[in-house]
C-alpha cells in the first residue's frame, strides 16, 4: 500500500514542492539562527537568490563540526517553548549531537515513518517489536510512532535482553521485527540456542532494518534464519531520525521523501555537484523543518540517486545501499575499499559465519587489515589444514574481488562480540601502532 499520494507526484508536481519549501527554509535558517546568517552572508548569498531549485548550489554545506560548535541548542531556530522532543546522537567523542522537534515536526515525523513502514508491508494486521534502544537514539521512538499510525501494535522491547525478546516474540506473535540487522542476525542465534527455530517456530515475516548498512549477503541471511521478507530504511538523527527513505516491495533502492528532502550526490573532495546515478557522497535538504533547519547537511555516507519510475508506483528518487561513509573508507596497500565490501565476499564464502571484525593495524607508513570471521555453526571443520585451507582461500578470493591483500583468521562460531544496536566492524588499531 501506497501511504501518501505524494509517493506518486510526477516530477514536476515534486519540484515546485520542493522549491516552494526550499525557500521556505533558507528563510527561516538566516532570519533565526545566528550560524546560518554568518555562513550565507560570508559568501554573499541571500534568501531571495533561491529562485530555482538548482539555486540550492548556493548554499553553504552544513557539517557534524557545525553542530558542535553551536551546542547544544545554537542551530535551533525557534524558541525553547516550542521544542517537544529532545534526541542526541552519540559522536564518538566529546558531546552528542543534539536535534529537536517542534509539534508540527513530530507529526511530519510520524508521516514519514508511516510511509516508510507501509511500504515495508506492514499493516494493521502486524504485530511489530522494536528493538532499538529507547531513549535518546531516534530509532526506536521514531518508528514506534510511525507503526502506531498506521494502526499496527507496537511491542517496545527496546534492545537487549534478547531471551525476553524470543519470549514475546513467541507468546505475543510478533509478526515485524525492527532492529540494526546485526542484532536481527544475534536474536536468531539466540533464538536457535533456545531451542526455537526462527523460522518455523516464530511468525516473524517482516524485517525492517536500518541505522547501520548491510550488504545483500546479510539480508540473505536475515530472510533464511527468520523466514521474512527483510527490508532497509535509512536515517540520520541530524535529517530528522529515520524516516528519511526505504525500500519498497521491489528492493530496488530506497525512497526518498523527495517532498521533505532534497538530496543531491557530491563529490567528497572537490565538492562538486553529480549527475544522477553517480556514487559520491549524499547531501541532504530537510525542506520541512521547523525547529532545526539545515542546509545541505553532508552526511558522509557514500551513494546514489536514481530517478526511473518503481515498479510499486512510487515515483520518488531512490537511493541506492550505504557502500560506506568517508570516514569508513579503508586504503589497503594503495587500494580503497569499504567494509561492506569486505562483508559482501565474507558472507558469500562458503563456510563461513556472518560474524568478523576488520582489524587495521600499520606496518610503517602502510595500513594492514587483519580480519577475524567466525566459521559458520553449521560447518564441520575436523582438521587444522582444512581451517587453514579455508583462510587461505578467503585471502585469495579477497586478493581477487577487491585487490587487498588482509590476512583471514577464522574462529570459532560465537567467540566473536555481538551488538544489541549498531554493531563495530572495524577497529582500528593504527595510534595504537604509531605509539609503538
Ligand atoms: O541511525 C537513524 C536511524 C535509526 C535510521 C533507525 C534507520 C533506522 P544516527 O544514529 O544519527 O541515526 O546515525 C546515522 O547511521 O549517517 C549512516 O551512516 C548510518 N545508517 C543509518 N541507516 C542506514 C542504512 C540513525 N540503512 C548514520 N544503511 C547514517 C547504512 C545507515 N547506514
Known amino acids: 500500500m501506497i501511504w501518501s499520494r505524494e509517493e506518486t507526484y510526477d516530477r514536476e508536481q515534486i519540484r515546485t514542492i520542493q522549491l516552494k519549501r526550499l525557500q521556505e527554509t533558507v528563510n527561516r535558517a538566516y532570519h533565526h539562527t545566528k550560524h546560518y546568517k554568518e555562513?550565507?552572508?560570508?559568501i554573499g548569498?541571500?534568501?531571495?537568490?533561491?529562485?530555482?531549485?538548482?539555486?540550492?548550489?548556493?548554499?553553504?554545506?552544513?557539517?557534524?563540526?557545525?553542530f558542535r560548535k553551536n551546542y547544544p541548542f545554537g542551530l535551533f531556530a525557534v524558541p525553547q517553548r516550542e521544542v517537544v522532543r529532545y534526541h542526541a546522537s552519540s559522536g564518538t567523542t566529546g558531546k552528542p549531537t543534539v536535534v529537536g522537534y517542534t509539534r508540527h515536526d513530530m507529526e511530519v515525523w510520524k508521516e514519514l515513518i508511516a510511509r516508510i513502514v507501509c511500504q515495508a508491508g506492514v499493516t494493521e494486521n502486524d504485530i511489530a517489536q522494536v528493538a532499538f534502544g529507547y531513549g535518546l537514539f531516534t530509532g526506536a521512538f521514531g518508528l514506534h510512532q510511525g507503526l502506531e499510525k498506521v494502526g499496527a501494535a507496537?511491542?517496545?522491547?527496546?534492545?537487549?535482553?534478547?531471551?525476553?525478546?524470543?519470549?514475546l516474540m513467541q507468546d505475543f506473535g510478533t509478526t515485524a521485527l525492527v532492529a540494526t540487522p546485526s542484532y536481527g542476525l544475534h536474536m536468531a542465534e539466540i533464538a536457535r540456542e533456545m531451542g526455537i527455530d526462527p523460522a518455523k517456530d516464530l511468525k516473524v515475516r517482516l524485517g525492517l532494518f536500518g541505522g547501520e548498512g548491510s550488504t545483500e549477503a546479510m539480508r540473505k541471511e536475515l530472510n533464511e534464519a527468520w523466514g521474512m521478507f527483510a527490508t532497509e530504511n535509512y536515517g540520520m538523527s541530524e535529517l530528522i531520525g529515520p524516516g528519511v527513505a526505504g525500500e519498497c516491495e521491489c528492493l530496488c533502492g530506497m525512497h526518498i521523501s523527495e517532498d521533505h528532502f532534497l538530496a543531491e550526490i557530491i563529490d567528497p573532495v572537490t565538492l562538486?555537484?553529480?549527475?544522477?546515478?553517480?556514487t559520491g557522497e549524499l547531501v541532504i535538504t530537510p525542506l520541512s523543518k521547523e525547529a532545526l533547519p539545515l542546509l545541505r547537511y553532508r552526511t558522509k555516507d557514500i551513494t546514489s540517486l536514481h530517478y526511473e519510475k518503481c515498479g510499486c508506483g512510487r515515483t520518488t528518487a531512490r537511493m541506492s545501499k550505504i557502500q560506506g561513509r568517508t570516514d569508513d573508507m579503508l586504503i589497503i596497500g594503495g587500494v580503497n575499499v569499504f567494509p561492506s565490501q569486505i562483508e559482501e565476499v565474507l558472507l558469500n564464502t562458503e563456510g563461513l559465519g556472518a560474524h568478523y571484525v576488520i582489524k587495521v593495524t600499520k606496518q610503517g607508513y602502510l595500513s594492514k587489515i587483519q580480519i577475524d570471521v567466525e566459521l559458520s555453526p553449521d560447518k564441520m571443520v575436523d582438521s587444522f589444514q582444512a581451517l587453514d585451507a579455508l583462510s587461505k582461500s578467503t585471502r585469495a578470493r579477497l586478493k581477487t574481488v577487491l585487490?587487498?591483500?588482509?590476512?583471514?583468521?577464522?574462529?570459532e562460531p560465537r567467540t566473536l562480540q555481538r551488538f544489541e544496536g549498531k554493531a563495530t566492524k572495524v577497529i582500528d588499531l593504527r595510534e595504537e601502532a604509531d605509539k609503538q
Open 403 to 411: 585487490g587487498i591483500d588482509a590476512k583471514v583468521n577464522i574462529v
Open 45 to 66: 548569498v541571500e534568501p531571495g537568490d533561491i529562485q530555482r531549485l538548482e539555486d540550492v548550489r548556493k548554499l553553504p554545506f552544513t557539517v557534524k563540526d557545525d
Open 154 to 167: 507496537v511491542i517496545p522491547s527496546s534492545s537487549g535482553n534478547t531471551k525476553k525478546q524470543i519470549m
Open 39 to 42: 555562513a550565507m552572508d560570508a
Open 272 to 278: 562538486e555537484v553529480l549527475p544522477p546515478g553517480s
